[in-house]
């Protein structure tokens, strides 16, 4: 198990941007494609981005390509969400995991950032 920890989350207005991170406790953090998830109130959680163990490959929900950027740093033990263009109905609590293959439902999670997006 990995233990992940988000920050980054808070309250903006429509258009605005915020950069999420997410900090992984362990030294083999490069063996681990990452991902992020969210869920708003009253709905499951979906996928929002994905990347691969050394980053040269990332994937994307439909709803926030083109305005979402997923990165990690390997040095740093790091995964990061830039999110831009933020709408309303991006609300929601975002968490980060982690996994040996992209079965992140085997994996670790973290405890979950609020983004509230205001219109």
């Known amino acids: 198990q990995v233990q992940l920890i988000e920050s980054g989350g808070g309250l903006v207005q429509a258009g605005g941007s915020l950069r999420l991170s997410c900090e992984a406790s362990?030294?083999?953090?490069?063996?681990?494609?990452m991902g992020w998830f969210r869920q708003a109130p009253g709905k499951e959680r979906e996928f929002v981005s994905a990347?691969?163990?050394?980053?040269?490959?990332?994937y994307y929900a439909d709803s926030v390509k083109g305005r979402f950027t997923i990165s990690r740093d390997n040095d740093k033990n790091t995964l990061y969400l830039q999110m831009n263009s933020l709408k309303p109905e991006d609300t929601a609590v975002y968490y980060c995991a982690a996994a040996k293959t992209f079965s992140f439902d085997k994996g670790s999670w973290g405890q979950g950032t609020q983004v509230t997006v205001s219109s």
């Open positions: 362990t030294r083999t953090f490069s063996t681990y494609a």
């Open positions: 990347i691969s163990w050394i980053g040269d490959s990332t």
